[in-house]
Nanobody
Framework: QVQLVQSGGGSVQPGGSLRLSCAAV????????MAWFRQAPGKEREGVAT???????TYADSVKGRFTISKDNAKNTLYLQMNSLKPEDTAMYYC???????????????????WGQGTQVTVSS
């Protein structure tokens, strides 16, 4: 099993930056596939970025060139660096983890068994 504890988020003006963190407490031996998702009011949860156990990365088209996903294996911590933020990035952000090593559609939220508590990101002027 894995317990995910998120930190970061907050309010920022358009063009600003934020960094989200997700600390994973893992009882199983295998490192999980990890990802960031977001959900705005009235919209479905959507994938933002994913990173596999061998560091293969997938980004949603809407965040390419602006967001960077990374992880520190020694600290068991996942990060999302968000630059050039736009109002449409406003959402509740969730980190997620799964122990299946390969995913045909990494940005699909149905492929993840474990979820963080969520943290709000608000981008407005």
């Amino acid at each position: 099993q894995v317990q995910l504890v998120q930190s970061g988020g907050g309010s920022v003006q358009p063009g600003g930056s934020l960094r989200l963190s997700c600390a994973a407490v893992i009882s199983a031996y295998t490192r999980p596939y990890m990802a960031w998702f977001r959900q705005a009011p009235g919209k479905e949860r959507e994938g933002v970025a994913t990173i596999s156990t061998d560091d293969t990365i997938t980004y949603a088209d809407s965040v390419k060139g602006r967001f960077t996903i990374s992880k520190d294996n020694a600290k068991n911590t996942l990060y999302l660096q968000m630059n050039s933020l736009k109002p449409e990035d406003t959402a509740m952000y969730y980190c997620a983890a799964d122990f299946r090593w390969w995913k045909a559609t990494p940005l699909n939220p149905s492929g993840y068994d474990y979820w963080g508590q969520g943290t709000q990101v608000t981008v407005s002027s």
